[in-house]
DNA sequence: ACGCCATAAT
């Protein structure tokens, strides 16, 4: 009997006649030619047509391990598709019962079953993958790629233990674990953190026959520097046989994980200066570096490199350009990155929407929206925090509670608590605090410390002593080491002249062992970071250059009608002491080393630690006309881009 | 071909 099985489409010319024939005992066998369309289907992705042919089948056949390499190649392209569909149904090909000819074997052949629990993994079903693991685990000896396929299942979705379990089970079956089981009991440990185990695999390690290979030192190299042991990371980066371009990016993501900017832009240039290259997951750990430190000149060299590569950057890639530029201020390269950018992800908008929220371009940020909604983005719960801190930080109250209200209605997106938050704060801001407290009363869930949060500083804005004080003892519950929230209260005392009360805060403080943050402030001058302290910098302050400068400005100052506000000094102390702690703020400081450094005209990037006191911020207004300088001043909360005497903030923060 | 490194927010 000949059965010839036509395709409609595009088979390759020497398949075109594929045959099933008659085994001697009639049972049918495969000829070779099926299994190679089999091949060459899974490989051309077209698995309908594949599952459609073993389907089709008149009966189970035996298999050869030709059939284990089609069903392999089957399943890799359900794993890179996640098609759980297709996958589930050839699982139920290999679960056909057996005296329909079925060769027992193949259910239980390690690579398709390590393939199905990889599918069932990668699409999140992990209580599938687990009984396709149990599934003769008791009578047969599993080998280890199963056990690992199981873990790393479990890794995946974020299951550590887990997957530490799986590894000790595994142990315990005196399955011998190679470099695939190291590499993944490592990630385990890095990610819980669970050092003492880490370094219990990094003794097998050891006394295993296998010698490491990269990955597993890499693995290595992130377990010590995702848990602070500098010298152990840098020994076995030392005695690793080689380096890769991995093994460079994780040391350079711990660092800057562990907030270690310095020692991660360090790397960085290391790996530069050792001629080892890079690749996009290096420069997509780096940018966000450059970013968080307005290190506008090294972000721009990046851009330069990914420009002159000869491969198209990624998404993620351009995604952290226009973040780096957002948070160097640089709005309009921002713009340019994005519409040059050939296919774009969910987060391209959503971070250049939030840098115009957060650089106080509101309008251009709504119709980034509209356009954004035209042209069929979804919007996530993202989007939303960026537009509704947008408004807020523009006093477009109503604007953003119209926002709120359509997001579930009209988008689809129910709000967090991070939602409510930004709400209470637009509320309470405008000083609509009776509002404010409204939302927290009626929200669905508990309030946080971020609700309680917004709800103090509006407090502090608005000068509402007894509010304040009831939201600042919920926040003292709930975020009882967080330096900042002692000083909002402090502050709410001290604009209403209660020196008792900033005094019974301190006192608190003192008590609890809460130390605040010192205002500081940085400023890249070509390849240097130079950081100032309040009140510090006094090498710098007692320079003739300083000097020149700072009395030029003051002169200019006085001129235009500028009276030193002391006010903003919350301390009980005199007017002199006050006058002085004003003008030692970091940021004037700061501004007048970068007017000393750089070429007239040229524009200054500031970022602050803390928010930016009132004071400064008319002085650095009357900087701005003086010199002719764009000023752009990146403080916690938002940017502050200062033009000829005018602020972007529009004196609203 | 079961493993190592990556992006958006208050």
């Not at 470099?179 to 953190?193: T, V, Y």
């Amino acid at each position: 009997m000949i059965a010839a099985i036509s395709l409609s489409t595009n088979i390759p010319a020497a398949s075109t006649n594929i045959t099933v024939t008659s085994g001697p005992n009639g049972t049918q066998k495969h000829s070779k030619p099926l299994t190679s369309t089999l091949k060459w289907l899974a490989k051309s992705g077209k698995l309908d047509e594949a599952l459609h042919l073993i389907e089709s089948s008149p009966s189970r056949l035996t298999f050869t391990e030709l059939d284990v390499e089609a069903y392999s190649l089957l399943l890799h392209t359900c794993i890179s598709r996640k098609s759980l569909e297709h996958g589930q149904r050839l699982y139920l090909q290999l679960l056909l019962p057996k005296d329909r000819g079925n060769n027992h074997s193949l259910r239980h052949n390690p690579t398709l079953k390590s393939k199905l629990i990889t599918l069932y993994s990668v699409c999140g079903r992990m209580d599938e993958a687990r009984s396709v693991f149990e599934d003769g685990l008791e009578d047969e000896q599993v080998p280890v790629s199963v056990w690992v396929a199981m873990a790393i299942g479990y890794l995946r979705n974020g299951y550590l233990v887990e997957a530490l379990l799986v590894y000790c089970d595994m142990l315990i079956r005196f399955v011998q674990p190679g470099n695939f089981a190291f590499s993944m009991a490592l990630k385990a440990c890095a990610e819980l953190p669970e050092l003492r185990v880490g370094r219990a695999v990094h003794a097998q390690i050891v006394k295993s026959i296998e010698e490491p290979d990269q990955v597993v030192n890499n693995a290595l190299l992130r377990l010590y520097a995702e848990n602070g042991c500098s010298v152990e990371v840098f020994r076995v980066f030392d005695t690793m046989p080689e380096r890769n371009v991995v093994s460079w990016n994780s040391l350079i993501a711990s660092f800057a994980r562990r907030d270690q900017v310095f020692e991660s832009l360090d790397s960085f240039r290391r790996m530069q200066g050792e001629g080892m290259g890079f690749s996009w997951v290096t420069l997509t750990t780096i940018l966000p570096v450059c970013g968080r430190l307005t290190a506008l000149n090294c972000g721009k060299e990046i851009h330069a490199q990914i420009v002159k590569s000869t491969k198209r950057p990624d998404v993620p890639v351009l995604n952290s350009l226009i973040d780096m530029y957002a948070k160097s201020g640089e709005i309009d390269y921002c713009k340019r990155v994005f519409e040059r950018m050939q296919s774009k992800d969910l987060t391209s908008w959503n971070t250049l929407l939030t840098g115009y929220a957060n650089n106080g371009f509101i309008e251009e940020g709504m119709k980034l929206f509209d356009l954004m909604i035209e042209s069929g983005v979804r919007p996530d719960g993202v989007t939303f925090i960026a537009l509704l801190s947008g408004c807020s930080h523009a006093g477009l109250t109503d604007e953003g509670r119209r926002l709120f209200n359509k997001m579930k209605l009209v988008y689809g997106v129910s709000p967090t608590v991070e939602h409510y938050a930004c709400l209470v704060d637009l509320l309470g801001r405008a000083g609509r605090i009776k509002e404010a407290l409204d939302v927290v009363e009626r929200m669905p869930m508990k309030p946080t410390g971020s609700i309680w949060g917004s709800l103090l500083n509006s407090c502090r804005l608005q000068g509402n002593v007894c509010l304040a004080e009831c939201a600042a003892k919920e926040l003292f519950e709930l975020e009882p080491t967080n330096p900042g929230n002692y000083v909002m209260l402090s502050n709410v005392y001290a604009n209403a002249g209660m020196w008792n009360g900033v005094n019974r805060v301190r006192e608190l403080m003192k008590h609890r062992g809460i130390k605040k943050d010192a205002g500081c402030s940085w400023v890249q001058i070509r390849n240097r970071i130079h950081t100032f302290l309040a009140g510090g910098g006094f090498e710098f302050r007692n320079s003739a250059e300083f000097k020149k400068v700072w009395n030029e400005l003051t002169d200019a100052m006085k001129e235009l009608g500028y009276i030193l506000d002391t006010s903003v000094v919350l301390h009980d102390v005199n007017e002199e002491t006050k006058a002085m702690w004003v003008c030692g703020h970091s940021e004037r400081v700061a501004v007048t080393f970068a007017l000393v450094h750089t070429a007239a005209g040229m524009p200054i990037r500031i970022t602050k630690n803390i928010r930016i006191c009132a004071d400064c911020h008319s002085w650095v207004k009357l900087v701005s006309v003086i010199t002719g300088r764009l000023i752009v001043l990146r403080d916690t909360n938002r940017f502050h881009h200062f033009k000829g005497g005018e602020c972007s903030c529009k004196d609203h923060w």
